[in-house]
């Protein structure tokens, strides 16, 4: 078979063996934000910080979910890491946002945050702040889904079914899995456009 046709049979693995369970606690701890009139926080970095930043669109567009993304504001972001140091960013930006029990971190990532491997101690900080507040944790990761997994009240793991190819599916998936939130019935509150313009 030809590359393109290995990696598209991988999508399909992956596709089918995505935990629907896990999806669906995420789903509900969304819908628990909402109708606690929380916010929703959606952190990422590289690649999963653009994933979140189409994701706040959606689900503030689709879902009337109030989100923010910290990478949104790239001028506090790079003063942040300049003046206080990567590893704080977010959980300075939370506190600054004053995160409350109400609200949601949803964190997107390949890796979830590693303190020990220094990978994402961003996240990692960001989400023991979250515990301290007692907001309400989700997460769509990849690999073993690092320190997100652990500690997240509903996580959506990527299954591995290439090694050579965690980070593109495990980004790729963030997209298939926020697209599927914000088309569930329990999240949907707004008609998509294409969807909503009938054919002549």
Known sequence: MSFSQD????????AAHLDTGAIERLASLLVQVREQHGRLFILGVGGSAANAS?????????VGLETYAPTDNVSELTARTNDEGWATIF???LRTSRLKPEDGVLVLSVGGGNLEQNVSPNLV??????????????GIVGRDGGYTAKVADACVVVPIV?????TPHSEA????????????????????????????
């Open 7 to 14: 990696y598209l049979a991988e999508v399909q693995q992956v």
């Open 54 to 62: 189409h994701a706040v669109n959606d689900f503030r567009k689709i």
């Open 91 to 93: 959980e300075n930006w």
């Open 125 to 138: 900080a960001a989400l023991q702040y979250a515990k301290s507040i007692g907001a309400k944790i989700g």
């Open 162 to 166: 290439n090694p050579a190819h965690v």
């Open 173 to 200: 998936f963030q997209a298939i899995v926020w697209h599927l939130l914000v088309s569930h019935p329990s999240l949907k509150a707004a008609q998509t456009r294409w969807e909503s313009v009938r054919s002549s």
